[in-house]
C-alpha cells in the first residue's frame, strides 16, 4: 500500500429536510477535521460540496433516490 495520497471523491446522497441535511453536513465536518482552530491545513485536505437536487436533472434526481432505496433494502 502506497503512502502517497490519492484523490478521492465520496458521494453521499440524502432525502431530508434544510435543517436536517445542516445537522448531517456538520457531523461530516465534524468526523472530517475534529479540531477546526487546529494550525494549517488539515491531516487530510479535504472539499465540501453540497448541491440541492432540485438542481439536478430528473434523470440524476431518479438516480440518486433509486440508490437510496437500494441502500435502504439492504
Same mark, same amino acid.
Given at each position: ?16 429536510? #434544510? ?7 456538520? @457531523?461530516?465536518? *465534524?468526523? &472530517? ?20 437536487? #432540485? ?7 431518479? @438516480?440518486?433516490? *433509486?440508490? &437510496? ?6
Amino acid at each position: 500500500m502506497s503512502d502517497t495520497p490519492e484523490l478521492w471523491k465520496v458521494v453521499i446522497a440524502l432525502e431530508a429536510t #434544510a435543517d436536517q441535511k445542516d445537522t448531517l453536513v456538520d @457531523r461530516f465536518v *465534524d468526523a &472530517i477535521c475534529p479540531d477546526p482552530n487546529h494550525d494549517g491545513w488539515c491531516d487530510t485536505p479535504w472539499a465540501l460540496c453540497v448541491t440541492e437536487g #432540485a438542481s439536478l436533472s430528473a434523470r440524476e434526481q431518479g @438516480r440518486l433516490r *433509486d440508490e &437510496i432505496k437500494g441502500a435502504m433494502d439492504s
